[in-house]
């Protein structure tokens, strides 16, 4: 069985400073559009969603259903954050299937 995340929230944050703490340098809630465009609450980019996805229901909104393969959130290379030093991805995911 095909395990499928819902995606309700997607944060990139990086260490922008040697030895300071990580900061945010992109967020995706997903949970105000059923459009194709995931809107960057940190620069306010308009990134493309690309793959096969859908909008479900979400704990507060909606949520973006990955298809486990090909979904993926695409942004020009000129217009991504730079990330000199170390960075960390930040989600929360709810799995369509629990596998055990």
């Given at each position: 069985?095909?395990?499928?995340?819902?995606?309700?929230?997607?944060?990139?944050?990086?260490?922008?400073?040697?030895?300071?703490?990580?900061?945010?340098?992109?967020?995706?809630?997903?949970?105000?559009?059923?459009?194709?465009?995931?809107?960057?609450?940190?620069?306010?980019?308009?990134?493309?969603?690309?793959?096969?996805?859908?909008?479900?229901?979400?704990?507060?909104?909606?949520?973006?259903?990955?298809?486990?393969?090909?979904?993926?959130?695409?942004?020009?290379?000129?217009?991504?954050?730079?990330?000199?030093?170390?960075f960390t991805?930040?989600?929360?995911?709810?799995?369509?299937?629990?596998?055990?």
């Amino acid at each position: 069985m095909r395990t499928i995340p819902y995606f309700l929230f997607l944060m990139l944050a990086a260490e922008l400073v040697q030895g300071q703490a990580p900061q945010p340098v992109a967020s995706w809630a997903f949970d105000d559009s059923h459009s194709a465009l995931a809107t960057d609450a940190i620069s306010g980019a308009r990134d493309k969603i690309q793959g096969e996805f859908r909008f479900v229901p979400g704990v507060r909104g909606e949520a973006l259903e990955f298809d486990g393969y090909t979904t993926h959130i695409a942004r020009p290379p000129a217009k991504a954050p730079a990330l000199t030093l170390g960075f960390t991805v930040e989600t929360w995911v709810a799995l369509d299937d629990y596998p055990w």
